[in-house]
């Protein structure tokens, strides 16, 4: 299946040699041409009708290969229903002859936009992500709060046709959904054919109507039109799932070597949130980050665990794109920075992108954490670098005996009182400073967190002093900020 190299969901950078990461999915549509195939077989010398209960189950990717296995049973004289087992499935209508077609729907839609978009534009700008075998969007437009309409030309991969319908409708959301626009299909309750498949290089016309947007789906009728007017197809409950996007996650999206999911905040660190409702949304992020390996490593985690070693790896490996970025750096994947750990579990970069063979910089230095769904992490070319994440909140009893040096207990006192929500306050800044000063010596706090000493509060940093085996002082920044990263004064 050579043509699916145009479905792949991921840019990932020129010549970057393992395909699985660019993610090729057989589209729900080419399913669809696959299972009339069988239904034909199965019942020879008759033509599709249609399918009814389409159910799209999950992702066909197809590299690295995989072997599928596909039933055709037939439930009535003219039905068979065939499985693409545990992906796909859905019952293909058979009969004698095509029907006469039905006269075109003339239900208008309200409030249209007269503008027109080309399609090709569409595509070059990443909207999109089809190559040319499914790049079979014409125009798009006028447009409408209640649906839109286009024109499509027939391209060479099977099941294209369908899928430009299906590029239509998911053009739609782009332009009236404030968040989660992004779309792939689920369901089709029935589609209906009244003519033979179009060849290629046909030109045909298509509208859309959306007739429920809800929280997680969208659902619309289409209609797709010969070049001389008359019906070809008739699509009914086409229902597709809503993914999470917002300007963030669509940019990396549109420019996955130019934008990034961490969020820059004063101090030189980055800042990253979970930007995903569900599994299936993360999914569709990782790839632009993550290589085969590390998604092998993430799925051995347990489900908190994994969502929160996710985080921490955006945030580093966009604090080094960042990094590179100020030094004058092009075009940088996320994929392409390698984040692995030292025995002690301090994290290091491994991998920088390569340019003609080298290298475009030496590896700085990093550290990175989160908690809950939160991460933060910061680069240095240089020098040890060392940061820390906590939410603020009440400790049990006994906690602040455990963490704190008797002469750190005092200071505490004298900086928050007794006052329970400004003692969780500052205790979480004592306790991310010697975290931060652990980190940044290599070592960790390794269940001694009295060998880390906050001995001076000063506005907006405390030092931290460190007797043994070397003694030091490191001074420490520290920020509050909510969940959106945003600074809080306190």
Known sequence: MPYIIDHCFYGQPPGWPHLADRFPVIPMTTLLEMMIDEAR?????????????????????????VEVTITAVAVGPDAVMVNVEGYARGTVILGDDYPAPPTPSDEPLPDLRRDVVDGQSIYRSGRLFHGPGFQGLVAVGPISPKGVHGEFVVTEAPGALLDTAGQLFGYWPMEYLRTDWLLLPTTIRSLRFFGPPPVVGDRLTGTVWVRDVGDTTVTADLEIRAADGTVWAVIEGWKDRRFSQDDVTWSMLLSPARSAIAERAEGGWV?????????????????????????????????????????????????????????????????????????????????????????????????????????????????????????????????????????????????????????????????????????????????QPKRFVVDTVAPGHLRVRVDAPRAHVRWVAHQLIDAAGEPVPD
């Open 41 to 65: 077989a199965f019942a020879p010398g008759r033509v599709a009708l249609g399918l009814t209960d389409i159910r799209a189950l999950r992702w066909l990717a197809i590299e690295p290969a």
């Open 271 to 447: 800042f990253v949130r979970e930007r995903w409702h569900d599994t299936a949304s993360r999914e569709l992020m990782l790839r632009h980050h993550l290589d085969a390996d590390e998604r092998a490593a993430l799925a051995a985690r347990n489900p908190k665990a994994a969502r929160q070693w996710l985080i921490g790896r955006i945030a580093a490996k966009d604090a080094v794109r960042h990094w590179l970025w100020d030094g004058g750096a092009g075009d940088v994947w996320g994929i392409e920075i390698g984040v692995s750990n030292e025995p002690s579990g301090r994290p290091v970069i491994d991998r920088l992108p390569d340019r003609g063979g080298t290298p475009i910089a030496a590896p700085p230095h990093v550290s990175l954490a989160h908690t809950g769904f939160l991460g933060v992490a910061l680069v240095h070319p240089e020098g040890d670098v060392g940061i820390d994440i906590e939410r603020v909140a009440s400790r049990a009893p006994g906690v602040e005996t455990f963490a704190l040096a008797e002469t750190e207990q005092v200071l505490l006192t004298e900086v928050a009182g007794a006052d329970p929500d400004r003692r969780a306050l500052w205790f979480t800044r004592f306790w991310t400073a010697k975290e931060s000063v652990a980190k940044a010596d290599g070592v960790g706090l390794a269940g």
